[in-house]
């Protein structure tokens, strides 16, 4: 949470369970932290789901 709050995309995010859910009005910062998260070496793997209704 703390590498996507210091990105500074506008985007709100929240723990859900076992998941970090990302929510913005633009997409475009959506992807952006999608391409951040790429470089960060945390030693978890990532899945990204669209949770679009």
């Known amino acids: 949470m703390k590498l ?3 990105s500074g995309a506008k985007v709100q995010a929240a723990i859900m369970d076992d998941m970090i859910r990302i929510s913005s009005k633009k997409i475009d910062d959506l992807q952006s932290v999608i391409q ?3 470089g960060w070496n945390l030693g978890l793997a990532f899945q990204y789901v669209n ?3």
Do not use: G, V
Request: positive net charge; without cysteine; charged residues 45%.
């Open 4 to 6: 996507i709050k210091d």
């Open 36 to 38: 951040a998260s790429k």
């Open 51 to 53: 949770m679009k209704n």
